[in-house]
């Protein structure tokens, strides 16, 4: 299995300008993760999805923030406008969950985008 | 709120020493899973091991292993025989067993470095 894909690696904007980070989860697994990681507050919860669905949001910083799920292999978080306190490396995640059993053992964490707002 | 709590931002050990990472956090919940992560230079989060609370047993996973203390909250990682390749941030992370909040909560991390 490619394990979670996330694209793009790197990425430079100017403030103001609109972000689009992507994920594609692991194929079958049907909850979707988005993390931010800084220096100040580590690794922090944005959102997160089971069956496409937005579950938790209460992570998301701002409205400039929204994340989508629109089938189970792709998930987008946008930053509309984006400011330079938005950089930050933002992870994705995917974990298997069931309504009997829950969530799997393991969240499988894709390589993160490394997003620079100047 | 759950809570996880790293008191070492930075360890150092010998390659070949063993070297123990301690983690705290805090819950009211009695079923519940928590982990160790490891970040290399690559940023790339990889699960250590993994702990269930309504297991006494200690994980052990080769040169890895914890001690658990859930009275006390505590979830300690252990290295033996650490290598090179073990320099990097660990992560400690608590989860919730069952219902629908299925977010991993993290501690600031410990930024392990092993001395040749």
């Known amino acids: 299995d490619a394990g979670v894909i996330q694209s793009p690696r790197h990425e430079v904007t100017e403030m103001g300008q609109e972000v689009t980070l992507r994920c594609k989860p692991i194929s079958g697994h049907n909850s979707l993760f988005w993390y931010r990681q800084t220096m100040m507050r580590g690794l922090e919860l944005l959102i997160y999805f089971n069956n496409n669905v937005p579950i938790d949001d209460s992570g998301m910083p701002e409205d400039r923030f929204s994340a989508k799920m629109p089938n189970a292999s792709f998930s987008t978080l946008k930053i509309q406008p984006s400011e330079p306190r938005d950089s930050a490396v933002y992870f994705c995640?995917?974990?298997?969950?069931?309504?009997?059993?829950?969530?799997?053992?393991?969240?499988?964490f894709g390589p993160g985008t490394r997003l620079t707002v100047t | 709120a759950q809570t996880v709590t790293q008191s070492q931002p930075e360890m150092s050990v010998q390659e070949a020493e063993t070297v123990t990472l301690s983690c705290t956090y805090d819950?009211?919940?009695?079923?519940?899973?928590l982990f160790w992560y490891k970040q290399p230079p690559s940023r790339q989060m990889i699960l250590v091991i993994r702990q269930e609370a309504y297991k006494q047993q200690n994980a052990t996973e080769n040169r890895f292993s914890v001690n658990f203390q859930k009275a006390a909250k505590s979830f300690s990682l252990k290295i033996s025989d650490s290598q090179l390749g073990d320099a990097a941030m660990y992560f400690c992370a608590y989860r919730r067993r069952g219902g629908s909040q299925g977010n991993l909560i993290f501690g600031k991390g410990t930024k392990l470095s092993v001395k040749p």
């Open positions: 819950t009211s919940e009695s079923d519940y899973y």
């Open positions: 995640a995917s974990s298997p969950y069931s309504p009997g059993r829950g969530f799997g053992y393991e969240q499988y």
